[in-house]
């Protein structure tokens, strides 16, 4: 089957990350699956929530929001707060990052990632958390060449694909046309040791066997192993400078 991008099932759309896309947060990254962009933010702020106060222990948190033309049609912008699709994915990507983070490591600061799509074609949440990780990482390296951390506060790096079944084949990284067509739609996170952090799969439009989900985690995991290599490569770079 030819996908629409001339892509092979297994293969991921380009990936790219711009390092320091804005110039003031401690951590930024515009990610790119694709067509999808996705700018992740991270400021490290001194102290904790009330209800963390005294434990000695740091906290991590995160937002999700569309830009209105992200999309080909114009979305409203949620000035009223998060609708429920953003809060469902701010927390997914909350909880991966807090996965990612050794929160006793960090002391009593509160990491704050900003993920706003600004182009989106598929895959949105796991640009973000993917992307997210690396600014996150990034601004940990940072604060630790400062001298404000003894060792760097990671537990093991993590990052997110989508998989998909359409018309009875295996794909790796869907596009939004394929997502929208896709009879099964499952997002995987991963850390570099191999374990799953989430997963969220469902049958669209019927159900699927322990065969076929064994094919998406095994493709899942061949394509988070690329990503969290080029994860690498980037975060390399910046410790060369």
Known sequence: MTRIDGRKNNELRPVKFEVDYVEYPEGSVLVSFGKTKVLC????????PKWMAGAGKGWLTAEYAMLPRATQERTRRETTGPGARSQEIKRLIGRSLR???????LG???IV???DVIQADGGTRTAAITGGYTATALALLRLQKAGALDELPINSP????????????????????EDSRAEVDM??????NG?????????????????????????AEDGIQLLLQKQRDVLDDILRK
Not at 41 to 48: A, C, H, K, S
Not at 187 to 192: G, Y
């Open 41 to 48: 933010n991270v400021t490290i702020e001194e102290g904790v």
């Open 99 to 105: 996965m990612a983070v050794d929160l006793d490591k």
């Open 108 to 110: 009593e600061r509160t």
């Open 113 to 115: 990632l900003d993920c």
């Open 158 to 177: 993590i990052a997110a694909i989508s998989v998909g079944i359409i018309d009875q084949e295996a794909m790796l990284d869907l596009c939004y046309v």
């Open 187 to 192: 997002n995987v996170v991963m850390n570099a």
């Open 195 to 219: 374990e799953f952090i989430e997963l969220q799969g469902t049958g669209e439009h019927s159900g699927f066997s322990r065969s076929q989900l064994n094919d998406l985690l095994t493709l």
